[in-house]
């Protein structure tokens, strides 16, 4: 019942840019913080971007300046805008959507399929 589907990945040369989009369905958009994760062969799974319900932010330190996390509560999208893309930056992203339940009740969660980004040089 609950959807998160991301889209928007692909090939990019060095230097490109790439717009992921993750929509949901089947949740209350707007009381979830939302946010972007990578994983690549080998690696463990990070955060790269987040925001929250009150539209506050937080970035990878790896990310920061090149990548623009935003959501769009309307339509119950979450975007990554990715611009001056390192070959580094390839790896399979994910869409997560959390709700705090605060210091008794466990965090909510869900998770999207994932959308494949690779950038070459």
């Known amino acids: 019942q609950v959807q998160l589907v991301e889209s928007g990945g692909g090939l990019v040369q060095a230097g490109g840019s790439l717009r992921l989009s993750c929509a949901a369905s089947g949740i209350s958009f707007g009381i979830f913080n939302m946010g972007w994760y990578r994983q690549a062969p080998g690696k463990q799974r990070e955060l790269v971007a987040a925001i929250t319900t009150g539209g506050a932010t937080n970035y990878a330190d790896s990310v920061k300046g090149r990548f623009t996390i935003s959501r769009d509560n309307a339509k119950n999208t979450v975007y990554l805008q990715m611009n001056s893309l390192k070959p580094e930056d390839t790896s399979v992203y994910y869409c997560?959507?959390?709700?705090?339940?605060?210091?008794?009740?466990?965090?909510?969660?869900?998770w999207g399929k994932g959308t494949l980004v690779t950038v070459s040089s």
């Open positions: 997560q959507a959390r709700r705090s339940m605060g210091w008794v009740m466990n965090d909510i969660t869900y």
